[in-house]
């Protein structure tokens, strides 16, 4: 089955540390997401990536970095620059799958920073 | 200002009642997503929609784009419904804008 795949679920960094968030997916879909997920806010855009070796940052883009490399994957780096990055982390792809647009999303990264 | 708006923010059910949750957004699109997100944090599409209704079970999504609005409705609710449910919105150049989503609890 196509899906999106991030890794790890959780994931624990000391301050100073970066850490990357991987993800995954096989749909062959050309743009990806970077979301981040705070209680009581809706979804906010990190960095998006509409084709290969291209990404544009989003609203929140700054302690943070990415790259896509391959079509199938676009990890994020949180980087010791992010003052609170402890947060829900979504990954998501959207392309055409039988004549329609699709949007589908990773199972999430939880961050904690302690 | 947000480009999407959802209500109510919170929303406690009996089973077996009906449900509607809507969202208006100011931004022109191409297509309307409802997502729905249970604890632990996966989201799944539930129905992307351009224009008039669509049904899958006991749920029915609907889209007035004139209007700028839509409403999700459950009918005869159930406790596994329960979850928080997203609107989103595809805006120019593969833009997604979200509503911050409503939390439905439904009781037995």
């Known amino acids: 089955d196509g899906g999106i795949t991030q890794s790890p679920k959780y994931l624990f960094r000391k301050e100073g540390q970066n850490v990357t968030l991987s993800c995954e997916q096989n749909l062959n879909h050309d743009a990806m997401y970077w979301y981040r997920q705070d209680p009581g806010q809706g979804l906010r855009l990190i960095y998006y990536?509409?084709?290969?070796?291209?990404?544009q940052k989003g609203d929140i883009a700054e302690g943070y970095s990415v790259s896509r490399e391959k079509k199938e994957s676009f990890p994020l780096t949180v980087t010791s620059a992010q003052k609170n990055p402890t947060a829900f982390y979504l990954c998501a792809c959207t392309g055409v799958d039988s004549g329609a647009n699709v949007l589908t999303f990773g199972a999430g990264s939880r961050l904690t920073v302690l | 200002k947000n480009e999407v708006e959802q209500s109510p923010q919170n929303l406690t059910a009996q089973e077996g009642e009906f449900i509607t949750i809507n969202c208006s957004y100011s931004v022109g699109i191409s297509a309307l997503h409802w997502l729905q997100q249970h604890p632990g944090g996966g989201i799944v599409s539930l129905f992307m929609l351009s224009s008039g209704k669509k049904k899958h079970g006991r749920l029915i999504a609907t889209i007035n784009i004139q209007e700028k609005h839509s409403s999700l409705h459950i009918t005869a609710s159930h406790p596994r419904d329960s979850a928080v449910y997203i609107c989103a919105v595809r805006g120019a150049g593969n833009q997604f804008y979200f509503g911050t989503g409503t939390s439905l609890t439904v009781i037995p």
């Open positions: 990536s509409q084709i290969v070796n291209d990404f």
